[in-house]
């Protein structure tokens, strides 16, 4: 295996500006740069990072912590969260807790153990910030859910407001027998509903029915089949998560029913499947991208400045309307 000082000899430079080249925090001729950087490809030179990471107290990887990595949503966030690490030098240790807050601790332990350089978490509904690593000096930004802490940058999406639009413009095209299937595993989904029922009072309207579940397809489908087997079923499902659009899109085929001439559907992020079925879903989407692209850079700046007072950003959901909410 090449040595740093393999690659400086080769390069004509000494071990010293190899460092500054492969660690990028200094100024460099781009004629050494690529000199060295041709060493590196030629020798394939891959640089210690345990050593490095002893020398600076910290290593080149950074932890992500989210519910569930089946969901759409997390799965773009952990994308956009590794494109961003990986222009930084950075790599991503991903860890999916299910909701379980068991996991949650566990992988918590093993990220702080691993002695990574900082955490972007979705925590679960029982998190406590009392954990023993919320607190050590591992950086955090919270993502996705709200938290009562002033130890941590926090990246958010106004749900109440992306709530309100996606049921308004429901009862702006006739629909005001709705109900609500929310997820039940953190403050998103109460926030959410929150939006939804204040549209709904606006226009003197009442839901027909609100349901606090857990975030999976097979709870959406099981609830939307039980709604759906009343005579007098709603009008229009309004959905706090793509898992639970997922599952209630398939009841209503079971169900024979047709979107949205007897039934309306509409949810929350920007799925590939929503786009691809007949109608197209309404959805609020979410800013991804930068949603992930936000948080790692805030934590970064958490990383080179442990003392700045923490930020929390709140970003605005996008209406996309599409054919299973069209006007009665």
């Known amino acids: 295996m090449a040595s740093i000082k393999d690659v400086a000899k080769a390069a004509g430079v ?21 000199r060295v950087m041709q060493a590196v490809a030629a020798l394939d030179y891959r640089p210690n990072l ?7 107290q910290k290593s080149a990887k950074i ?22 690490a990986y222009e930084q030098g950075y790599s991503v240790l991903m860890c999916n807790t299910d909701e379980n807050p068991e996991k949650e601790a566990m992988y918590l332990n093993i990220l702080h153990d691993e002695n990574v350089a900082g955490v972007i978490f979705s925590p679960t509904q029982k998190f406590s910030t009392a954990a023993k690593n ?16 002033d ?13 309100y639009d996606l049921a308004s413009h429901l009862i702006e095209n006739g629909y005001c027998n709705m109900a609500g299937l929310f997820g039940n595993a953190s403050t998103t989904g ?26 999976r397809i097979k709870h959406g489908y099981d609830v939307t089949m039980e709604l759906l087997a009343h005579v007098e079923h709603p009008d229009a499902i309004f959905t706090s998560n793509s898992l639970l659009t997922a599952g209630a899109f398939q009841a209503i085929q079971d169900c024979e029913l047709a979107i949205p001439n007897e039934v309306a559907l509409v949810g929350f992020d920007e799925t590939t499947w929503g786009v691809l079925v007949d109608p197209p879903i309404t959805v609020i989407a979410q800013p991804t991208e930068e949603i992930g692209r936000t948080a790692t850079e805030l934590l970064f700046q958490r990383i ?12 605005k959901g996008k209406l996309l309307v599409r054919g299973s909410s069209a006007p009665q």
């Open 14 to 34: 000494s071990t010293a500006t190899v460092s500054r080249v492969l660690a990028n925090n200094a100024p460099i001729r781009p004629e050494t740069r690529e």
């Open 50 to 56: 345990i050593a490095r990471s002893l020398r600076v």
């Open 63 to 84: 932890g992500l912590v989210v519910s569930d990595i089946r969901n759409p949503f997390f799965t773009a966030i952990g994308r956009a969260v590794e494109d961003t």
């Open 134 to 149: 919320f607190h050590s000096n591992m950086p955090f930004v919270i993502i996705d859910r709200t938290v009562k802490t």
């Open 151 to 163: 130890k941590a940058d926090m990246v958010l999406l106004d749900n109440v407001s992306a709530a």
């Open 190 to 215: 109460k926030d959410r509903q929150l939006g939804f029922q204040n549209a709904l009072e606006k226009h003197g309207l009442e839901p027909t029915a609100v349901h606090f579940i857990e975030p």
């Open 304 to 315: 080179n400045e442990p003392e700045r007072t923490t930020k929390t950003v709140i970003l």
